[in-house]
């Protein structure tokens, strides 16, 4: 949010305060300043102060007001003018080309002069015509046979703003002469309101910050309206389909406007706020949006009458129906949900609620009667709306954070004052106000051992007491040595019971100011200190695939049922459709609307979105998958999932190109895993809808599946854009970390050496290799230190229906050096056990 200094004094009293301390307070009360622009107040002589500052300061000898008397043509030159100034000491003929001058040229002297901001010979300013802020000194010139040494000043030349098609026309009561630093110098403080201080998005909110941390008055806005002419009672109805979405609407009349432009201190204000002037009418809309924090509409009176056919004007709110369409004033055609709220009158919508008005009922250059709209929205609704239909803007940036419904009264007298001031319109008497949905103030109770416990300091509560009485909080002291303090109606961020405690600790701990909170140690006894096996079991596995070159990703919960659809091929999506998902209350966007059932999906889709940067890529994630249980909170386990994708090497020189990652690289990968977790598992032939027939097996441990992994099916892969082949896997990570060992065995280091010998059997082709690397192990015992099959071979010398296992055998004693004996004897018992339990003969 930007503030202009200027405007905060309208509430607080701060000019003993230099720009950057008012700077430092706010930051360290929790609203960072990000910025300072200065508009021709003086920038701070130090730089230490820490914040970012940057503008232009006014020399008050060189810029001043001036006012311009006659606007006489240039004898040489059609788009330039010369005028007759004065700037308080002496007259000046000051050629410009300002095209909101030429309207005045040639008129003589005129009856009413006009005040600008006018910069003498020597003035340092800003170049109106070059790219961005260069500054430039004023010097004399002939232009076009005439002499030039000053200039009337533009918006831009002055750094207010980029505005550099006309000159500055000041108000009528500019006083000739002065300083303009000292008439409208000005500093931008850019505020960064987060949402635990969206109260504090206006004026009003950071001035009653700034007295609660100064001790400061606050001047409250004071407007005393002046009734004329029949009342709104019985022209215009209310009606509200919704409380819940929509707690207060309220409506009023000002009749006999005249649409103009503002008063420039009006447009002045506006523009370093950030926001565009537009006429008088909407412009007060938004400027007491700005000082009160409740957005507002203005509706064209005359055009709703003409939509009810000239009788009274009913006035609802309610949901949108499906594929119903509104113009909003942006120009944009806008298709609407059900969960889009409307305004609306008899003929139909009217305005998108709390986000953006409708462009048919807006008001224009022939509007004369204006219907001023007050209200409170849901704000989880609003934020869902401007999000769905990507309108950010002021209204929606402060609904959508909550605006309290009590400030609907105040906006709207604040806004009918400004209205009233500045277009010479007349109040209709009355106030339509629909209040269904009052929400109950939030009341804490707070004692002197909370704010030590919490805070470590000593605080009585009297003391407590009256610093939250500067911010507007009701408090009371109960004669049982407790604080009853009630939240003031524009505080929505204030709970009850414990919340509400830690809440006042907070306020309390801001005004005290933490500089001023001593360092302590912490009085409460720590907890004690216990291990959490399963999140430690869970590091472990994190930590081991990172070794093994994997890359971990973290994916959002949130996913759409299509999405994961894509899981499978085309022609098994009904499969899919009978899953059931949970269902989010207020999805962030249609793509995000369930949470996932299935993690494989949500990596697959971080492959798909790298497979255009880099062509090599290895990932795995662990996280939660949400499973519906009817009529109770969804079940949350764990899944691991992993991708790979590219080659097995990078190419260089001396490796072969183009060798791609298949289906043992990961079983590799998955071998390391379970060998380091130190879990005996099994690998089996298996069949799932997102994997290659023949290229998938499960993992099962002690005849349970652990998990399944292979290469993913051809046409699941045409369902993404990445280049195939993908090998990919998902595990029941608390099936994995129920499995893990809580000891096992470590094999000593022998000193005495090995004895190598290879063996190759042959078995028939549906065999799995490791039911024979089992019974191989298993035979050998102690002595047999490892088995690695490392040759299949098929073939006519072996028969059909047969293959070649080829087996590196290790044997070594912790005991002693192995003979031949006693290495043949191994070996031979092997093989009988082979032949006799199997069927298998040695390979000659």
Not at 511 to 536: F, H, K, M, V, W
């Amino acid at each position: 949010m930007k503030l202009p200094v200027s405007w905060l004094k309208d509430f607080v009293d701060v000019s003993a305060l230099e720009v950057v301390e008012i700077a430092r307070l706010l930051t360290m009360a929790g609203m960072e300043v990000e910025g300072i622009t200065f508009a021709g107040l003086p920038l701070p002589a130090r730089d230490d102060h820490g914040f970012k500052v940057s503008g232009l300061a006014w020399d008050r000898d060189k810029i001043v007001v001036a006012e311009i008397r006659a606007v006489n043509p240039h004898p040489n030159a059609d788009r330039l003018t010369l005028c007759d100034l004065f700037d308080g000491e002496r007259e000046h003929i000051v050629l410009t080309g300002a095209p909101n001058l030429y309207p005045y040229k040639g008129r003589g002297k005129l009856e009413t002069p006009i005040k600008v901001a006018y910069a003498r010979e020597g003035a340092q300013i800003y170049d109106g015509h070059a790219e961005g802020q260069v500054l430039t000194t004023l010097k004399r010139a002939r232009i076009r046979g005439v002499e030039s040494y000053s200039m009337v000043c533009s918006e831009k030349e002055l750094g207010i703003s980029e505005e550099h098609e006309g000159v500055i026309f000041l108000d009528a009561d500019a006083p000739v002469g002065m300083p303009l630093a000292d008439y409208m110098g000005d500093a931008i403080l850019e505020v960064k309101i987060n949402p635990n201080m969206a109260r504090n998005a206006n004026v009003l909110g950071i001035a009653r910050e700034v007295a609660a941390l100064t001790g400061r008055e606050l001047k409250k806005p004071k407007h005393a309206l002046h009734f004329v002419g029949e009342s709104i009672e019985g022209k215009v109805q209310i009606e509200i389909a919704n409380p819940e979405l929509n707690p207060r609407f309220m409506l009023a009349l000002i009749r006999d406007v005249e649409i103009k432009p503002s008063p420039y201190w009006v447009q002045r204000r506006l523009r370093a706020a950030g926001m565009r002037p537009i006429n008088n009418i909407v412009d007060a809309t938004n400027y007491a949006m700005l000082e009160i924090g409740e957005p507002l509409h203005a509706f064209d009176y005359d055009v709703l009458v003409r939509r009810a056919n000239g009788g009274p004007v009913v006035i609802s709110t309610r949901t949108a129906r499906a594929g119903e369409t509104l113009t909003t004033l942006d120009g944009v055609t806008r298709t609407l949900t059900e969960m889009n709220v409307l305004v609306c009158d008899s003929s139909g919508p009217l305005s998108l609620a709390g986000v953006m008005g409708g462009a048919e009922s807006e008001v224009t250059p022939q509007t004369r009667n204006v219907l001023l709209e007050a209200a409170a929205w849901n704000f989880i609704n609003i934020r869902r709306t401007a999000n769905q239909h990507n309108l950010p803007s002021e209204a929606s940036f402060r609904f959508s954070r909550g605006v309290h419904p009590a400030l609907a009264e105040e906006g709207l007298k604040r806004c009918l004052h400004w209205m009233s001031a500045w277009s010479g319109g007349q109040i209709a008497p009355g106030i339509v106000d629909a209040y269904p949905l009052p929400p109950q103030p939030a009341m804490v109770e707070l004692r002197e051992s909370d704010i030590r416990r919490v805070l470590g300091i000593e605080m009585p509560l009297q003391t407590a007491k009256t610093l939250l009485e500067r911010l507007e909080f009701t408090c009371e002291l109960q004669a049982d040595d407790r604080l009853s303090v009630t939240a003031p109606p524009f505080r929505l961020d204030i709970g009850e019971g414990l919340v509400g405690v830690a809440d006042l600790m907070e306020e309390l701990a801001r005004l005290y100011g933490y500089d001023n909170i001593p360092e302590t140690r912490i009085a409460d006894p720590l907890p004690p200190q216990r291990g959490n096996p399963s999140l430690e079991a869970e590091e472990r596995v994190r930590d081991l695939l990172s070794t093994l070159g994997l890359q971990e990703v973290i994916t959002h919960r949130m996913t759409a049922p299509e999405i994961e659809a894509k899981l499978l091929p085309r022609g098994d999506n009904p499969s899919l459709a009978r899953l059931e998902y949970v269902q989010l209350a207020n999805p962030i966007a249609p793509e995000k609307r369930v949470l996932r059932r299935s993690l494989l999906s949500s990596v697959l889709n971080v492959l798909e979105r790298n497979a255009r940067l880099r062509e090599t890529l290895a990932f795995f994630e662990i996280g939660a998958v949400y499973i519906p249980q009817p009529g109770g909170l969804p079940l949350e386990p764990r899944r691991l999932a992993i991708a790979l994708s590219g080659r097995r090497y990078e190419p260089a020189w001396d490796v072969k190109v183009g060798v791609k990652l298949d289906f043992y690289d990961l079983k590799g990968i998955i071998e390391a895993l379970m060998e380091a977790l130190h879990l005996e598992v099994t690998y089996v032939l298996a069949e799932h809808p997102s994997f290659h027939p023949g290229k998938c097996a499960s993992v099962l441990w002690n005849g349970s599946p652990l998990g399944v992994f292979g290469e993913l099916h051809p046409q699941v892969a045409e369902n993404y854009d990445f280049v195939a082949p993908v090998q990919a896997a998902e595990f029941d990570l608390e099936a994995l970390l129920a499995a893990l060992p809580s000891a096992y065995p470590v094999r000593a280091v022998s000193e005495y050496p090995p004895v190598l010998e290879d063996i190759a059997v042959i078995v028939d082709e549906a065999l799995p290799a490791d039911r024979v690397e089992a019974l191989i192990r298993q035979t050998g015992g102690k002595l047999l230190a490892s088995v690695r099959l490392f040759d299949v071979f098929r073939g006519e010398q072996i028969g059909a229906g047969k293959k070649s296992l080829a087996y590196a055998l290790t044997y070594q004693s912790l005991e002693g050096t192995l003979t031949d004996k006693e290495a043949a004897s191994i070996r031979n018992r092997i093989i009988r056990r082979l032949e006799n339990e199997l069927g298998a003969k040695l390979r000659g």
